[in-house]
Each structure stands twice: as structure tokens, then as C-alpha cells.
């Protein structure tokens, strides 16, 4: 395991500044919302629970009056006619002399028109009548009461006559679709409110009954339009355990309660409870409605609420990796707006390894990167700074360095030619010696008439022929110099003592090694793309490749070499110093043939 987090660190640590930047953001945004969604997953269910219940009372709630309201208007329609004159006196036998006659009376008459009334609100279906006579009497179709009267044997078969005949003391009863027979439901409504009373016939008290016919479907309505949840089932119950309405009689079967616990947990549980019903959970609530003996019952089975709270989740989980993803683009771009300004002074820093650092532009932004590119800015100013002054110091090296190579090229000369007007003095050829100082008086004239480093071929070629001119007068004329160069070459600039050293060379070591002493000398000159060419040649001994090969390698120079050796290299550094690697003394030697020397300058 400390393996395992030793490995993480260090994979962490070697990630780029952006991922890491990313991570953190992710991290401080994502550990809360995984918390809140953890502790809201697992109490999803019960707030689930708990508002579904709770929407469904409520609803309840407003539901019971709508019912109570339908069963009210019933009540008051059967109280209209129970409070009629007719009704009264047909329950008051002292006062109905003959119910043939009652039935075509005026109370009669007023009765049926008080009928036609109420059967004209929308709420009620029908109104009868029925009467426990024999169904030849005249009165049921042709008295005031035809169409409202009926004799008992149209109703003796059905389930509610069956209550009244069984159960005496019952004198009102709201009586449910299946208590109806089917002529009933088909003619005049599939739910009554029936009442019974007694009346004379023939000397004998015999029972009739007076049933308010209604629909069924109100009721349902009612119920159905103030659920909230599809998979709830809302029905009715009466004190019989029977159905008056429902908004689902298949799923009113299966969550059926029955009245006795109903009331039970009405008294017992403030109208909730939960019970299981088939192996599954499900939750009841309870309203008793007024002026009857039904109980409305709210029945909500849990698997749909745990289908609603997956379906939540699945939601919220969407909207959470939602989130994830906005916060981490959010990061993204967060973490490379700083991450970038960065990446954009390290990439320039990384340029440092193939030159010098370059400047960016001032940052806008205050912050720390602004701080570091300052800085970086500063860092580069002084880098400058100091390359140019390192610059400058090499400049002033290199100027140093030829001023040097120059002064020890004029000593070297002077030494050599002094000698000649020794040895000439010697041999007391003062003419000679006049000449040759005048000779040398006007070569140093030439050379010390500017103070430049620079002159020009014509004043260089005027040197060198003085130079051998004085090397002649030592050496019996025995050396030809033959110049060769295009007038236009001649107000070219070169370094000063250029030919000199080289022609000297040529004369010493090349010609005076020959064993009859005398040799040419030929100097020419031609203009290349890449600059100017000037060849100096000469037919003496020649040089050994072994010697050739460092002629102009300072450190190879063997100790003791002449000093034109040492000359000519000191010619070939100065040319390198001032122009550059690829120009200077170039040397091409056969033994017994002669030498050849380039002279490159731009």
C-alpha cells in the first residue's frame, strides 16, 4: 500500500502544471457535490415518500368537501320531497281518504312537478317512487304520479330491498352501484339514496320507499381530478365494505382496506398508515365524509415511488456529471489561463540552449506570472547587457591582439633590413648604404604616414617593392619581381605589411636555398564573387609537405624556425582577426618547383 502511494505521488508530481491545476479545481468542486449527493441519494426515497403523501392529503383534503358538497345536494334534494305535502300526508294516512284520489290531487300533481324540477339539475339522474301495491292499480299510469310511481316487485330483487327487508330499523340508505338492479342503473343512475316509509292500502300499512338517483361518474370524477400521482388509486367505502367509487376498480381491489381498519387508523394514526399488501409496501391515507357513512381512501404503493426516486437519481446523476463536465471545462480553462502565460516564458527560455533570451511583451496582468515575467524581462535586458559588453571586450581583444601582431611584424622587418645595411656598410659600398637607407626611409615613410591598420594594394605593392628592391641590393639583383594587378584593384583596402612577410618568405627560403641563388618572383591579383584573390609566387626549392602542413599553425612551429615562419603566420591570424575564418594565407608548394600563396580578403 505505501508502495501504491509512493507510485500515485510521484506519477502526480511528474504531471504537467495544467493537469495538476485541473485535478485541484476537480477535486474542491467534485468531493462536496459527491457528498451532497450521497447523503441526498440515500434520503431520496423517504422525502419521496413523504411528498407524495403529503400531496396526496392535501389533495385529500380538498377532495372530501367537493364529495360532501354532491352528497349535500342529494341529502337536500330528498329533503325537499320528503317535506313536500304530498309526502307528508302520504305518510299521514288520517289524512288521505283514498289513494286513488291522493294520486290525482293537486298535492299529487305538485309533487310530480317538484320532481321534474330536481330531475332537471344535472346531479340527479331520476327520482321514484316505489310503492308495495299491486301493479294493476290504476294510479301508476294514469294519476299524477305516473312516471314516479313504481310497484315493489320492479326493485324486490335487488340487493338494497334486501337490506331494508332484513334489517328493519334501516330507514335510509346510500346505496352503491352494485346494491342497484341492472334496469335501475341502465334507466335512472348507478348510485341512490333511498329512504323508507309506510302508508295505508286497503286497511294495511305497507312500506314504500322514495330513491334519489345520481351518477357514479360524478363521484369518480371528483376523485380522479384531484389526485396527483397516476399510480395512486382513490375510492370510496361504505360501512358494508362496498365500493361506492373509484378512480381504478382494479387497483381499488387489490389496495383494498377494509372499513373496520379504516376507522381504526382514522382513530389511531391521524389518517396515515402503512401496510404491506402483497409483499409490497403501501401507503393509505383516510378522509371520512360527512352526512354518510363512507370513508375516502388514498392508496399509494411504493413501487412506483421507488421507480419516480430511480428515475430522480438517474437525473440528478446526469445533472451532476453535468456539473462535473462544466466544472471541468471551468478548470480547464481557469488552470490554462495561467497555465499558458507560463508555458509561453518557458518556452522561450527553452530557446536560450540555441541563443540568446528574447524579450516579451510587458504582462497587463499584476499578478505573480506578471511578477516572473518581469523578471524574466530583466533577466534578458542583462543578458544583453552582458553579451555586448562581452562582446565589446573580445572586440577590443581582437583589436589588441592585431595591434600586437602588427608591432611585432615592424620590429622583425626593420631587424632584417638593418642587417642588409650592416652587411653593405661592411663591405663599404656606401652608395649602396645611401641608397638603401633612403630606401628605407621612404618604406617607413609609407608605412607610418596614417595611423590606420589599413591601406590600400597600390601602397602595399609600393612596400614590397621597396622591400625587395633592398633585398636586391643584398643579393646582387639575383631576384625578379614581376607584379601583375588590374587597376581596378589597386585603392582596394588591405592590412598593412600583407605582401611583405609573404614575399620575403618566398625569397629566404625559397629562392636563396637554390644552389645558383636566383629566382622570379610574380605578384597578381583578380577579383572572385566571394572577394579578392592576390597570388604570390615564386620558383625556388619549394616546401615539404611535412613542413607545408604547419606553416601556419602557430603551436606546431618548430623552435627554430626563422623568424619569417613566425611572419607569415602572424600575416595569416591578422587576415582572420579582421575578416574572419575563411579568408587568409592559403599555401600550395612542389618540391624543386616552387610555391604558391593565396592571399583571400573580402
Same mark, same amino acid.
Given at each position: 500500500?505505501?508502495?501504491?502511494?509512493?507510485?500515485?505521488?510521484?506519477?502526480?508530481?511528474?504531471?504537467?502544471?495544467?493537469?495538476?491545476?485541473?485535478?485541484?479545481?476537480?477535486?474542491?468542486?467534485?468531493?462536496?457535490?459527491?457528498?451532497?449527493?450521497?447523503?441526498?441519494?440515500?434520503?431520496?426515497?423517504?422525502?419521496?415518500?413523504?411528498?407524495?403523501?403529503?400531496?396526496? +392529503?392535501?389533495?385529500?383534503? +380538498?377532495?372530501?368537501?367537493?364529495?360532501?358538497?354532491?352528497?349535500?345536494?342529494?341529502?337536500?334534494?330528498?329533503?325537499?320531497?320528503?317535506?313536500?305535502?304530498?309526502?307528508?300526508?302520504?305518510?299521514?294516512?288520517?289524512?288521505?281518504?283514498?289513494?286513488?284520489?291522493?294520486?290525482?290531487?293537486?298535492?299529487?300533481?305538485?309533487?310530480?312537478?317538484?320532481?321534474?324540477?330536481?330531475?332537471?339539475?344535472?346531479?340527479?339522474?331520476?327520482?321514484?317512487?316505489?310503492?308495495?301495491?299491486?301493479?294493476?292499480?290504476?294510479?301508476?299510469?294514469?294519476?299524477?304520479?305516473?312516471?314516479?310511481?313504481?310497484?315493489?316487485?320492479?326493485?324486490?330483487?335487488?340487493?338494497?330491498?334486501?337490506?331494508?327487508?332484513?334489517?328493519?330499523?334501516?330507514?335510509?340508505?346510500?346505496?352503491?352501484?352494485?346494491?342497484?338492479?341492472?334496469?335501475?342503473?341502465?334507466?335512472?343512475?348507478?348510485?341512490?339514496?333511498?329512504?323508507?316509509?309506510?302508508?295505508?292500502?286497503?286497511?294495511?300499512?305497507?312500506?314504500?320507499?322514495?330513491?334519489?338517483?345520481?351518477?357514479?361518474?360524478?363521484?369518480?370524477?371528483?376523485?380522479?381530478?384531484?389526485?396527483?400521482?397516476?399510480?395512486?388509486?382513490?375510492?370510496?367505502?361504505?360501512?358494508?365494505?362496498?365500493?361506492?367509487?373509484?378512480?381504478?376498480?382494479?387497483?381499488?381491489?387489490?389496495?383494498?382496506?377494509?372499513?373496520?381498519?379504516?376507522?381504526?387508523?382514522?382513530?389511531?394514526?391521524?389518517?396515515?398508515?402503512?401496510?404491506?399488501?402483497?409483499?409490497?409496501?403501501?401507503?393509505?391515507?383516510?378522509?371520512?365524509?360527512?352526512?354518510?357513512?363512507?370513508?375516502?381512501?388514498?392508496?399509494?404503493?411504493?413501487?412506483?415511488?421507488?421507480?419516480?426516486?430511480?428515475?430522480?437519481?438517474?437525473?440528478?446523476?446526469?445533472?451532476?456529471?453535468?456539473?462535473?463536465?462544466?466544472?471541468?471545462?471551468?478548470?480547464?480553462?481557469?488552470?490554462?489561463?495561467?497555465?499558458?502565460?507560463?508555458?509561453?516564458?518557458?518556452?522561450?527560455?527553452?530557446?536560450?540552449?540555441?541563443?540568446?533570451?528574447?524579450?516579451?511583451?510587458?504582462?497587463?496582468?499584476?499578478?505573480?506570472?506578471?511578477?516572473?515575467?518581469?523578471?524574466?524581462?530583466?533577466?534578458?535586458?542583462?543578458?544583453?547587457?552582458?553579451?555586448?559588453?562581452?562582446?565589446?571586450?573580445?572586440?577590443?581583444?581582437?583589436?589588441?591582439?592585431?595591434?600586437?601582431?602588427?608591432?611585432?611584424?615592424?620590429?622583425?622587418?626593420?631587424?632584417?633590413?638593418?642587417?642588409?645595411?650592416?652587411?653593405?656598410?661592411? +663591405?663599404?659600398?656606401?652608395?649602396?648604404?645611401?641608397?638603401?637607407? +633612403?630606401?628605407?626611409?621612404?618604406?617607413?615613410?609609407?608605412?607610418?604616414?596614417?595611423?590606420?591598420?589599413?591601406?590600400?594594394?597600390?601602397?602595399?605593392?609600393?612596400?614590397?617593392?621597396?622591400?625587395?628592391?633592398?633585398?636586391?641590393?643584398?643579393?646582387?639583383?639575383?631576384?625578379?619581381?614581376?607584379?601583375?594587378?588590374?587597376?581596378?584593384?589597386?585603392?582596394?583596402?588591405?592590412?598593412?605589411?600583407?605582401?611583405?612577410?609573404?614575399?620575403?618568405?618566398?625569397?629566404?627560403?625559397?629562392?636563396?636555398?637554390?644552389?645558383?641563388?636566383?629566382?622570379?618572383?610574380?605578384?597578381?591579383?583578380?577579383?572572385?564573387?566571394?572577394?579578392?584573390?592576390?597570388?604570390?609566387?615564386?620558383?625556388?626549392?619549394?616546401?615539404?609537405?611535412?613542413?607545408?602542413?604547419?606553416?601556419?599553425?602557430?603551436?606546431?612551429?618548430?623552435?627554430?624556425?626563422?623568424?619569417?615562419?613566425?611572419?607569415?603566420?602572424?600575416?595569416?591570424?591578422?587576415?582572420?582577426?579582421?575578416?574572419?575564418?575563411?579568408?587568409?594565407?592559403?599555401?600550395?608548394?612542389?618540391?624543386?618547383?616552387?610555391?604558391?600563396?593565396?592571399?583571400?580578403?573580402?
Amino acid at each position: 500500500m505505501k508502495s501504491f502511494f509512493s507510485r500515485m505521488k510521484r506519477f502526480y508530481t511528474n504531471l504537467r502544471l495544467q493537469t495538476k491545476l485541473t485535478i485541484t479545481h476537480l477535486v474542491i468542486v467534485t468531493v462536496p457535490m459527491a457528498a451532497i449527493t450521497v447523503l441526498f441519494v440515500t434520503q431520496l426515497y423517504d422525502m419521496i415518500v413523504s411528498d407524495t403523501v403529503r400531496s396526496e +392529503q392535501e389533495a385529500a383534503i +380538498q377532495t372530501a368537501p367537493l364529495i360532501e358538497d354532491t352528497v349535500l345536494n342529494i341529502l337536500d334534494a330528498h329533503e325537499s320531497l320528503t317535506n313536500h305535502e304530498f309526502y307528508y300526508k302520504l305518510v299521514n294516512p288520517a289524512r288521505v281518504e283514498s289513494l286513488e284520489d291522493f294520486a290525482d290531487s293537486g298535492e299529487a300533481e305538485d309533487f310530480a312537478l317538484e320532481v321534474q324540477s330536481l330531475i332537471q339539475n344535472n346531479l340527479i339522474g331520476d327520482i321514484r317512487l316505489y310503492m308495495d301495491v299491486p301493479e294493476q292499480e290504476p294510479f301508476f299510469s294514469q294519476s299524477s304520479l305516473r312516471g314516479i310511481a313504481e310497484p315493489m316487485d320492479h326493485v324486490r330483487r335487488t340487493y338494497w330491498y334486501g337490506i331494508f327487508a332484513g334489517e328493519p330499523g334501516t330507514i335510509k340508505l346510500f346505496c352503491p352501484s352494485f346494491y342497484l338492479g341492472s334496469y335501475e342503473k341502465k334507466t335512472y343512475g348507478d348510485i341512490a339514496y333511498i329512504s323508507r316509509g309506510r302508508m295505508i292500502y286497503e286497511g294495511k300499512w305497507v312500506p314504500f320507499y322514495l330513491a334519489v338517483y345520481f351518477s357514479q361518474e360524478e363521484l369518480d370524477d371528483l376523485l380522479k381530478n384531484n389526485l396527483t400521482s397516476n399510480s395512486s388509486v382513490a375510492y370510496i367505502i361504505n360501512d358494508r365494505d362496498s365500493m361506492v367509487a373509484t378512480t381504478d376498480i382494479a387497483l381499488s381491489g387489490t389496495y383494498h382496506f377494509s372499513y373496520d381498519v379504516v376507522q381504526e387508523s382514522v382513530m389511531s394514526s391521524n389518517n396515515f398508515i402503512r401496510r404491506n399488501i402483497l409483499g409490497e409496501d403501501v401507503y393509505a391515507g383516510f378522509n371520512r365524509i360527512r352526512n354518510t357513512n363512507w370513508y375516502m381512501v388514498v392508496a399509494i404503493p411504493s413501487t412506483p415511488l421507488i421507480h419516480k426516486s430511480r428515475v430522480i437519481i438517474g437525473l440528478f446523476v446526469m445533472v451532476y456529471l453535468g456539473c462535473i463536465l462544466a466544472s471541468f471545462m471551468i478548470a480547464t480553462l481557469l488552470s490554462r489561463s495561467l497555465t499558458n502565460r507560463l508555458s509561453v516564458i518557458v518556452e522561450q527560455m527553452s530557446k536560450c540552449r540555441l541563443g540568446l533570451p528574447e524579450a516579451l511583451p510587458d504582462s497587463d496582468v499584476q499578478d505573480e506570472i506578471g511578477e516572473l515575467l518581469d523578471s524574466y524581462n530583466y533577466m534578458t535586458k542583462m543578458i544583453h547587457e552582458l553579451v555586448e559588453e562581452q562582446a565589446k571586450a573580445a572586440e577590443d581583444l581582437r583589436i589588441a591582439e592585431f595591434n600586437s601582431l602588427q608591432a611585432q611584424m615592424n620590429p622583425h622587418f626593420l631587424y632584417n633590413t638593418m642587417d642588409m645595411i650592416n652587411w653593405l656598410s661592411q +663591405q663599404g659600398r656606401s652608395q649602396e648604404v645611401t641608397v638603401a637607407v +633612403q630606401k628605407l626611409s621612404r618604406f617607413y615613410k609609407l608605412t607610418l604616414s596614417r595611423k590606420q591598420s589599413l591601406s590600400t594594394i597600390q601602397d602595399e605593392l609600393e612596400h614590397v617593392s621597396i622591400y625587395v628592391e633592398l633585398l636586391n641590393m643584398r643579393f646582387a639583383d639575383n631576384i625578379d619581381f614581376i607584379v601583375d594587378m588590374p587597376d581596378s584593384l589597386m585603392e582596394r583596402a588591405i592590412p598593412k605589411l600583407t605582401f611583405q612577410p609573404v614575399v620575403e618568405n618566398c625569397i629566404l627560403h625559397g629562392i636563396m636555398e637554390k644552389e645558383e641563388k636566383e629566382g622570379t618572383i610574380v605578384l597578381t591579383g583578380w577579383e572572385e564573387e566571394k572577394g579578392i584573390v592576390i597570388l604570390i609566387s615564386d620558383d625556388g626549392v619549394g616546401i615539404a609537405p611535412e613542413k607545408l602542413e604547419n606553416i601556419l599553425a602557430e603551436k606546431k612551429i618548430e623552435a627554430g624556425s626563422s623568424g619569417t615562419n613566425i611572419a607569415v603566420y602572424n600575416t595569416h591570424r591578422r587576415l582572420q582577426l579582421m575578416y574572419g575564418q575563411e579568408y587568409g594565407l592559403k599555401y600550395n608548394s612542389t618540391l624543386g618547383v616552387g610555391t604558391e600563396v593565396e592571399i583571400r580578403i573580402p
